[in-house]
């Protein structure tokens, strides 16, 4: 085996590797989540919550907007958003740029047990990286971001 083929199969070995690992965390996050959901509010699908978590991330947004931004069709947002407005979880309120137009915004207790559920689910990922110090949080941040292709701040 010349330097070149040893180089490709160590090379596809860690490429195994890594995708064995990013499995891991994208299976650990969505228990998570669905974890998570259920503090919130255990009547909720976990496609609520995602919508809950997107609008307290980022804020208000149109019903379109929300769609795309949480690659749900228009008639599953529509009608998750409406449990959610019945729950009193979301509010719908005329956009100030185009007063035809509507925005979806969390209410006041919509925020507060988002703040709430996220808690717990922070705690978990936060005891992970405890042992590590700055330098070490600093690189795998660096890494990261990288990987999902934002530019260094």
């Known amino acids: 085996m010349n330097d070149n083929q040893h180089k490709n ?3 596809g070995q860690l490429e195994l590797e890594l995708g064995e690992q990013i499995n891991a965390l994208i299976s650990a996050s969505h ?3 669905v974890k998570t959901a259920a503090r919130f509010d255990p009547s ?3 496609a609520g919550f995602h919508i809950i978590r997107w609008l307290y991330s980022y804020g208000p947004t149109s019903a379109t907007m929300l ?4 690659a749900m069709d228009r008639s599953s947002v529509s009608r998750l958003v ?3 407005e019945l729950l009193g979880y979301v509010k719908r309120e005329a956009s100030p740029d185009d007063r035809r137009g509507i925005l979806l ?4 207790l919509g925020q507060q047990k988002t703040i709430d559920a996220l808690k717990e689910k922070e705690f978990v990922f936060y005891e992970h990286i405890s042992r590590w110090d700055n330098e070490q949080l600093e690189h795998f941040i660096g890494m990261l971001r ?3 292709g934002f530019d260094h701040k």
Do not use: W
Request: charged share 20%; no cysteine.
């Open 146 to 148: 990288d990987f999902n």
């Open 9 to 11: 199969t160590q090379r």
């Open 31 to 33: 228990a998570l989540n």
């Open 67 to 70: 769609a795309e931004s949480t």
């Open 82 to 84: 409406k449990q959610l």
């Open 105 to 108: 915004s969390l209410t006041e």
């Open 44 to 46: 909720i699908q976990p």
